[in-house]
Nanobody, 115 residues
């Protein structure tokens, strides 16, 4: 069974930084596009950043210049470095693995940014 396990969430003050990690198991990691999504209370889940198997990345406009996604295929892990955090970044952050018709989600990790 595929597993995606996120870690690194927590409480941080505005302007601070956090690094999220997502460790994947039981999938051919290097084939998958890996993404980070987030869902704030009362809002829809939205894409934050994604990294394709070829190394291309894309970001939501709201996080460009502040967040960086990276992947380590040798460790089956994807990271999200979040800098200059804002209260509006507060959400549950989810790791996603997608390839053709396969789509997997982690359990989520809470990120709370205080003002």
């Amino acid at each position: 069974q595929v597993q995606l396990v996120e870690s690194g969430g927590g409480l941080v003050q505005a302007g601070g930084s956090l690094r999220l990690s997502c460790a994947a198991s039981r999938l051919f990691f290097r084939l998958f596009t890996m993404g980070w999504y987030r869902q704030a209370p009362g809002k829809q889940r939205e894409l934050v950043a994604a990294a394709t198997s070829g190394g291309s990345t894309n970001y939501a406009d709201s996080v460009k210049g502040r967040f960086a996604i990276s992947r380590d295929n040798a460790k089956n892990t994807v990271y999200l470095q979040m800098n200059s955090l804002k209260p509006e970044d507060t959400a549950v952050y989810y790791c996603n693995a997608h390839w053709e018709t396969s789509d997997y989600w982690g359990q989520g990790t809470q990120v709370t940014v205080s003002s």
